[in-house]
């Protein structure tokens, strides 16, 4: 069918890889990272240069279609004329999180954001962004006409600036005024953020088209990419994804938009017609490196510690809120110990308290999902402590399903490559269109160009899984003892 490319801009690089269109076989990458900059402001030109560096030397030869994956949660403000007013605000912008407060009690709370958008405000949010522009730079926030996300942007530029603006519904359902469930733009809360309306890109389906570079290059839907990573996995209704940075974040595959009155739930929608609902977690790999420290090693030795001890690391527990928690929703306190006796003092139990107390909070989340009628068959593990022995061996027992190790691969830019073969198949009259409204809202889901799963190592709970369970009933029965009904009966 031809070649394609998946483009991922993501916080501090460019990755792109060209596919073969039918196989999915990678035949070039290419890399760049962004010019450094401090803060949480961007120029949006760096991903602009970036991108150029990282395209070079030909990569894009016989390209025929380009899917764009970027950050998420980005804000690029512009003026009449298209042009930036401000650098771009990306990130978990600490200084708005008093504007994410003001936001949620001027809608009348936590409540009537889930029922709206899916979401409850957090700094992270574009919505809430526009309210710290109107607060803080009420000249800049007068001139805004126009807002983008990163991967908006970047199509728009590789299109050459057409009148068109366009988005996807998984991008969109990031902003804090898009719905996941009515499959709609929320303007009134932009108006409630920013003080007045601006202009918002097209929400197009999962495999539309945003046009035709002056080259004749499609330019597929584009994506955030966290959904652009779950379509480059091909993990689909029955999986989810558990991913391992300092913080953690756990999302299914679903077939419906999930409200949740608490917020613990945020509704996003993925790159094919279907739901992502994702929980974060405070607290992930930040309670292993702490644990190193504290014992005088790294993350493998703290594994080869760990795997010197049993399950239930000889009693102990630790409950892993060393910055706070969101899940549960405990954000003033601080993580802990139990259950030390003097035998279990030892450098190899402590190790494998900290990997089952990181995992059972992780755990805690995929719960929540479950609570809410999200089936979990096998579980995704992604980041580099995934690859640890401790965490492979405790991990299956602990979320009672089957691990999924994918190998290292920049799967956002796989997505992305993937999104742009669809698209092109459509084009081309070879694949079957996504539908991008029915009755009620939502979107058909049809099936994708066929690629091949990620390359894996698979862990079953196999005939560790009554031990398995049972350390983790041992972790909820010292997690509710000490935070009582830090979860309510829904999860």
Same mark, same amino acid.
């Given at each position: 069918m031809g070649i394609v490319a998946g483009l991922d801009s993501s916080s501090a690089s460019t990755q792109i890889v060209v596919c073969d269109a039918e196989t999915g076989a990678v035949i070039r990458q290419g890399y760049a990272p962004h010019p450094v900059e401090k803060g949480p402001e961007v120029d949006p030109q760096a991903w602009l240069m970036s991108l150029g560096e990282a395209a070079g030397n030909g990569l894009l030869e016989g390209v025929q279609a380009i899917g764009v994956s970027a950050q998420q949660h980005g804000l690029v403000p512009l003026d009449t004329e298209g042009n930036l007013v401000r650098p771009a605000l990306v990130g978990n912008d600490k200084r708005a999180q008093s504007a994410a407060a003001d936001l949620v009690d001027a809608l009348g709370g936590r409540t009537a954001w889930a029922q709206a958008v899916g979401a409850v405000p957090q700094a992270a949010h574009p919505v809430t962004k526009l309210r710290w522009l109107a607060r803080t730079e009420p000249e800049n926030a007068a001139r805004i *006409?126009? *807002?983008? @996300? $990163?991967?908006?942007? %970047?199509?728009? @530029?590789? &299109? /050459?600036? $057409?009148?068109?603006?366009?988005?996807?519904? =998984? /991008?969109?359902?990031?902003? /804090?005024?898009?719905?996941?469930?009515?499959?709609?733009?929320? $303007?009134? &809360?932009?108006? %409630?953020? %920013? =003080?007045h309306q601006v202009r918002l890109p097209e929400v197009l389906g999962p495999s539309g088209t945003a046009g035709f570079t002056p080259e004749g290059l499609l330019i597929s839907a584009g994506t955030g990419e966290t959904m652009a990573a779950a379509f480059g996995l091909g993990v689909g209704e029955g999986d989810a994804v558990v991913s391992l940075g300092a913080s953690g974040s756990v999302f299914g595959i679903h077939h419906e938009a999930l409200a949740d009155p608490s917020g613990t739930i945020t509704s996003f929608a993925d790159a094919t017609g279907r739901h992502l609902p994702v929980v974060h977690t405070t607290n992930a790999v930040r309670v292993l490196r702490g644990a190193a420290e504290m014992l005088g090693t790294d993350l493998e030795g703290l594994s080869e510690l760990a795997l010197k001890s049993s399950p239930g690391a000889y009693g102990m527990v630790m409950l892993p809120y060393l910055e706070g928690e969101r899940t549960p929703y405990l954000p003033h306190t601080a993580g802990s110990l139990h259950g030390m006796r003097r035998e279990s003092m030892r450098p190899e139990h402590l190790a494998r308290a900290a990997v089952e107390g990181m995992l059972c909070g992780l755990a805690d989340a995929l719960d929540v999902l479950r609570g809410r009628g999200v089936s979990v068959r096998r579980v995704f593990l992604l980041g580099a402590a995934a690859e640890l022995g401790a965490v492979q061996a405790a991990a299956p027992g602990l979320f009672g399903v089957q691990v999924v190790v994918p190998q290292p691969a920049d799967y956002a830019a796989l997505g992305a490559a993937r999104q742009a073969a669809w698209a092109w198949g459509v084009a081309h009259g070879t694949l079957a269109r996504a539908t991008e409204h029915v009755p009620g809202g939502g979107s058909a889901w049809v099936d994708p160009p066929v690629w091949p799963a990620a390359a894996s190592q698979v862990f079953e709970p196999g005939d560790e899984l009554a031990v398995g369970q049972a350390v983790r009933q041992q972790y909820v029965s010292v997690r509710d003892e000490t935070h009582p009904g830090a979860f309510g009966a829904d999860s």
């Open positions: *006409v126009e *807002v983008m @996300q $990163p991967h908006d942007w %970047l199509a728009w @530029q590789l &299109l /050459g600036r $057409p009148a068109r603006r366009t988005t996807d519904r =998984g /991008g969109a359902s990031t902003t /804090g005024f898009w719905s996941a469930a009515t499959e709609s733009y929320r $303007p009134d &809360l932009i108006e %409630l953020a %920013l =003080g």
